[in-house]
């Protein structure tokens, strides 16, 4: 299993923060997306000015990038990074019905910054739908991925 | 828009935390699920015991369980609450082949916890991720949402 | 010393979280208000368009009622509560010249909402000052209080 | 607006976490500034020793070097940085009458601290607020602003 | 193994947050303590007035009092409590040498607060050891313990 | 008292987080122990099976492990680090009878991590409790120290 071997889990089976403290700081960066499908009504509540769509889509964007920050305190086995960037979009797609999410996020360090794209993802998408569940019960978020990834071992997409 | 209101943006646009003093302490559940989708070989990893299937799987569990108590900390306008119960399972499915996550959350209270459930599974999948991310960069999280509650005006799926 | 002793230090001298078991449940407001004094070359930035209006003022406002909920988090003898409602608003002002920051808090307890408020508003101008201050350098937080509060034994304002 | 740019907002006007990962790191330092004004009677009871000036005191400046700390949980765009000092001084002054409050931060990286020292200043004078607020319902907290900075392209003050 | 159950593992094996629900608010109180053991001149240092005894005695007394607050972010299957009062003495006594800590938590809730209890005198021995480690590289927190409880089912001590 | 001066005291005998910055950034590392006493019967049913060993221990390790990253929330005076390693071990020893825990923590930094390493033993300890405290009045959390630190100006045990 040596080039399987799961970073976060010892030889005696513990789950442990690996040691990264030998790896070099290096310019690294990940992006991420992910999907909330809902009604089409739904959409078009926010679509047509019958709902703030400002208030919704830039509740969500502060939403993800504040989670970012909070990755470390949220992943067990996730080490503490100080992020050079977080950015997240939002943008209503009638072809889904839904909305489409996109996170970057970039920083200096020994690890990557998947799991903090991931994040700012996940939270913004739970944000759209705490702010339309009053008029939707169906929704449902779907496609969280990371899409390209830069300055580590395994890159691709960029 | 009456019957479409959404509850979280007043009349001016601007976001806020709704008021919720006027409605009853209910007793109050929501169950919500999703999907990990993994290579079938890292699942085989997990299942066939090169890898410690309890570090990965409980480290998960763990993981979303805090996270429900973190919730009105990464949704903007949820309402803090005293859970009484969060319980979260994930089990290997061959078919995806992935994992499949599913979190109980009870509270007595005056609005439902279909977000805390929300946000365990998805924090829990987010921490499947970064367990196994080592060995697959091709995972993906999919087909959260909220199966069912109880407890309030518009109830399903128990 | 009776009538003016301090609710959060003890005969000893020590500071501690008082006891309010014995308090009643009552329904509680409090509203807290506060001002951030700029440039008028700033505020025209911002209400002339230049500057996206939007991302300013609705980052302070979603800013602001996290910050609510953070309340006992950051001042060492606040009790948790949990808060049926914040809602703050944040208006421009030419005449100041600057921003005018109002916050409402909500909650059945047994201690008063008057810290939220104030912590809304003043974490709400904190963010103003962090959004703008790369084009002004002479921004000050002032008038930071509580103008009304109901629910407890000193009531006033409402 | 090539020269007035806000730095947190992108060219499509969303709120984002500026890339500063280009910027140097460089020894920076902020001091910030505030004063919670009281009733002269308020002051008299802390200072004639009638309330344990040190509970008081001690419980608030701790409060504010916890909060600096906190910087980036609290504001929304704030990256988050590894403080090598903060300071917190607070002062009673009867020509107020009430308190002065001074914070220095300081930090090895690639943006300010003014935030930091912002913060620590604020949630001081609202600790003194909440320690106080049992005797005085007339307290103002005001004049919170960065007296210096160092270590970054605009420095004044020290 | 009925009457040996773990409350918060169920009969699968996995951890969950117990189902609290069903059981009674009642008032609940809790105490606990500990100690630090120092060197003999450690004790000497603050006692003597060669180090600031007010400045490591509350730093270390308000730091409990706020981890208290913090229990269920800190333990992953504890309960989110509104906790209605903390209180936390810390003597120094030269027969250990050390420090004494002792803290009582009380609550109205569904559950008890020993876990507070603990909390709060964990973290504050941990802050005293923080406070004085830079003069004495011997110390040891020992006898952290629950010595009374009241209003669940097992009670004693007080 | 020059070579007594406690770090994290100024002259002025008031608490702060002592100045850094001129400090080398160097590899450290610490080890901490300590021990939870139970009665021989709650060892017993963790031991042989009548309790799922694995949710009571890898519950508490991870909790120790996400609580070395909370270090510096928690203990006023501590400065943010950024680990590159964090593992935790628990053993159960019948000759105690209880557990013994120990951690190790890992950084590039200008301070020590022997405060991690403290914490991350103490929530660990805090967490084996909460676990077991449904079957076992009589717990203690005894003998947390440091065993070893290397890196800093007075190092040892390594």
Redesign the interface.
């Given at each position: 299993?040596s080039e399987?071997?799961?970073?976060?889990?010892?030889k005696?089976?513990?789950?442990?923060?690996?040691?990264?403290?030998a790896k070099a700081f290096t310019?690294r960066k990940a992006r991420a997306e992910?999907r909330l499908f809902c009604a089409g009504e739904t959409l078009a509540?926010v679509r047509d000015g019958?709902?703030?769509k400002?208030?919704?889509i830039?509740?969500a964007?502060?939403?993800g990038?504040?989670?970012?920050?909070?990755t470390?305190?949220?992943?067990?086995?996730?080490?503490?990074?100080?992020?050079?960037?977080?950015?997240?979009?939002i943008v209503m797609d009638e072809t889904l019905p839904g909305f489409r999410l996109s996170a970057e996020v970039?920083?200096?360090?020994?690890t990557g910054v998947?799991?903090e794209a991931?994040?700012a993802v996940?939270?913004a998408?739970?944000?759209l739908?705490?702010?339309?569940?009053?008029?939707d019960?169906t929704?449902?978020?779907?496609?969280?991925?990371?899409v390209a990834k830069a300055g580590g071992k395994?890159d691709?997409g960029y």
């Amino acid at each position: 299993m040596s080039e399987n071997s799961l970073s976060h889990v010892g030889k005696d089976g513990r789950a442990h923060m690996v040691d990264v403290g030998a790896k070099a700081f290096t310019a690294r960066k990940a992006r991420a997306e992910g999907r909330l499908f809902c009604a089409g009504e739904t959409l078009a509540i926010v679509r047509d000015g019958r709902a703030p769509k400002g208030a919704v889509i830039s509740t969500a964007e502060i939403a993800g990038i504040m989670a970012a920050k909070k990755t470390a305190d949220l992943i067990p086995m996730c080490h503490p990074l100080s992020l050079s960037k977080v950015g997240l979009e939002i943008v209503m797609d009638e072809t889904l019905p839904g909305f489409r999410l996109s996170a970057e996020v970039r920083t200096s360090g020994q690890t990557g910054v998947e799991m903090e794209a991931l994040t700012a993802v996940s939270v913004a998408a739970l944000t759209l739908y705490d702010m339309l569940k009053a008029v939707d019960k169906t929704m449902r978020i779907d496609g969280i991925e990371v899409v390209a990834k830069a300055g580590g071992k395994a890159d691709y997409g960029y």
